[in-house]
């Protein structure tokens, strides 16, 4: 089992930056693929992006295509979602989560197994 810790979140101007992490416990990091997904306030929690377990393949939102970049760090057991060129239609609640069975990750939310209790983002305008 491993537990996800985000943080990073807060509020920040339209236009501006903030870099999400995720910090998974256990030594089976390496294991799983990771994602990042988001809620805004009365909307179904929405893929953002995933991250292969070596890191090599990354696949976006068409949404935050070209804003977002999601990397890790096997090393440190974190994953990161560096959002640049924020807009109010970003502010949500990010979470990570943890994908076992595929190498690649998957943009559904199924195929997650572990997910941490979320970070807010809000982008004023």
């Known amino acids: 089992q491993v537990q996800l810790v985000e943080s990073g979140g807060g509020v920040v101007q339209t236009g501006g930056s903030l870099r999400l992490s995720c910090a998974a416990s256990g030594r089976t990091f390496i294991t799983y693929a990771m994602g990042w997904f988001r809620q805004a306030p009365g909307k179904e929690r929405e893929f953002v992006a995933v991250i292969s377990r070596s890191g090599g393949s990354t696949f976006y939102a068409d949404s935050v295509k070209g804003r977002f970049t999601i990397s890790r760090d096997n090393a440190k057991n974190t994953v990161y979602l560096q959002m640049n060129s924020l807009n109010p239609e970003d502010t949500a609640v990010y979470y990570c989560?943890?994908?076992?069975?595929?190498?690649?990750?998957?943009?559904?939310?199924?195929?997650?197994?572990?997910w941490g209790q979320g970070t807010q983002v809000t982008v004023s305008s």
């Open positions: 989560a943890a994908d076992r069975t595929t190498d690649q990750g998957m943009a559904t939310m199924k195929n997650y197994d572990y």
